[in-house]
Structures are given as structure tokens and as C-alpha cells.
């Protein structure tokens, strides 16, 4: 390995830097830390100010280069927005610092031009499989999400304005996972993350989903259609719980009795233990479904970690929609 690229993986920091406005990070990082020389800093600035100038004259159709804040604000946005693009496709932050340092700024950004089209193209494909998986249990709050990917479609413009997606993020995601990259490739995750919670939602038998929501919205007086949270999540409580009762089934119905096992044998476990029992029980049920599986896998601590705290308030029933046992 050459000797500086060493020396800039140890200097930089040993947390990844943030995916959201990744560029700027990095250069902002390799300028506090000197981990580029100050002519290949002045040389990257001049270069995005010239592919920003170049996208004022192609917005002009060549007549001017002069334009208004907000559209120069968006055509550096641009500009940053595609080059994230590129260099979030490598390994780690020391390969986008090599890559900055050694790569042509123009091939960078003619890469993540394309990268941002192909994340535009899969996002698209991605909320309509989505859309189709949960349409049978889908709440009101599913129509912003259908208007948020109508309004991505028509008016996305990846060339001037790519990090403006119209895309709101407003339907929460399983245990509060976020999307952190902009533009085009920050929405086709968003879309992906939906598409893997359709698909465990179609595991379950759609009148089982419904059951539960109805049970859950006449807990919460409210209606089905009300349900503000995420559906994966409140499905993914209860076959938890049937889960560790051992069964090994597609079902989102648990009864006072399961709640009341549940809580006897697992509320003096840490949740790292929780989470190993869980991964155990679900591999095998969710092996055919490897996305799922690595999805699911993702969440499993933020969601045992809220399982635990529940069960040590000694508040789990609450969280749940159980069915009724007394005739």
C-alpha cells in the first residue's frame, strides 16, 4: 500500500463520516486534518465551481451564466449530490479520499450522473413492488407516500436539481431506521427499506394483519385507517412474542397468556440475549427470504432493546394488540 494512503487511513477518523452530504464531510475532514495537500483542495473547489458554472450555461442554453441564488444553490447541490453518488459506492472513506485525490473530478462526476439515473430507475420499480405488497393493508397515511413518488417521477430533475427529490419521508420505517444519502440514491433506499417491509408483510395472511390493526386501533380509539406507526413494526411485536412462546408460524395473533410467558421467562434477559434468541427462531423461517432476513437483522437490537424496556416497566401488554381469551 503506498505510503500515503496509509498515512490518511490512520488520520482520519475512526467513525465513518456521515452519507448525508458525504462530500462535503470528506472535504471538510481532509482540509482540518491536512490529509490532502492545499493545491489538490484549491484544485477540487475550482472544479466544482466550474461543473456548477457549466450547469448554469447548459440550464441557460448557453445565453448566460448568470441566475438567481436559489437555481445556483441547486446547481451546486447538483453537483455535490452526484459526486456522493460516486463515492459512496466505494469501501471505506480513506478509498472516496483516494479516489478525490487520484481520480479526475470530471469522471467522478460523469459516474455518479449515471449512478443517480440508475438509483431513479430502481427507486421507481422499487415503490411500485412495494405498493403492491402492502395495498392490502395499507392506512391513510400510505396516499402521502403514493403523492411523494407522483411528485419524484414528474419533477425529479437529476441534471439541476438533484438533491430536491419531492420525496418527504414521512412514513416511518421499522424501528426508526433513517436514510441518510441525498438525492436519487438516498429515495432508492428509502423505497428499498418499504419494498423488504412488503415483503414481510406478505408472509402474513392479510386478514391476520387486519385483525390486528382493528384490535390495535380499538385500543388506541381510533380507526384502522388511523394508524399512525410503522405496520411492519406493530406486526413484527407480535410475532416476536409468538416467536419466543415457540411458535413457528406467519401469525401476528398472541393472546394475555403469551404476553404474560413472554414476560416471565425473558425480562430478566438483556436485550443482546433477546436479540440472539429472536435471530435464532426467525433464520430458519426467513431463510428462503435472504433480504428480509438482513433487514429483520438490522433491527433486531433497536427493536429488543425496546422489547426489554418494556418487559422491565413491566408494560409489554401495553404494547401490544392481544387477542381476547374470555368467551
Known sequence: MPEHMLMRQESLPDTPLPHRDYTMHLLQSASENGLLPPETLNALRDGLHKAAAERAAQYTAGKSTTVTRRQAEAFYASVFTQLDAALLTLDSDADALEALHTQPLTALLEQGAVLTIRAYESAKELFRRAWKLTKPVQTSFFAALLKDFELFCTRYDARFNAKDTH????????????????????????????????????????????????????????????????????????????????????????????????QAEYGSLPPEMIADRLRQRIEPLLSPYPAVMQYLADALPAFSAALHSRMEQNRLEGWLAPVSTKN
Open 167 to 262: 420525496v418527504a419521508f414521512s412514513y416511518p420505517l421499522l424501528c426508526g431506521r433513517q436514510i441518510t444519502e441525498n438525492g436519487a440514491v438516498g429515495v432508492c433506499g428509502y423505497y428499498a427499506s418499504l419494498c423488504r417491509e412488503g415483503e414481510l408483510l406478505h408472509l402474513f395472511p392479510a386478514e391476520d394483519i387486519c385483525g390486528m390493526m382493528q384490535r390495535y386501533a380499538a385500543r388506541f380509539l381510533t380507526t384502522p385507517d388511523m394508524i399512525a406507526e410503522n405496520l411492519a413494526e406493530l406486526v413484527l411485536r407480535h410475532w416476536m412474542i409468538r416467536l419466543l412462546c415457540g411458535q413457528a408460524d406467519f401469525s401476528a395473533e398472541v393472546t394475555p397468556e403469551m404476553i404474560a410467558a413472554v
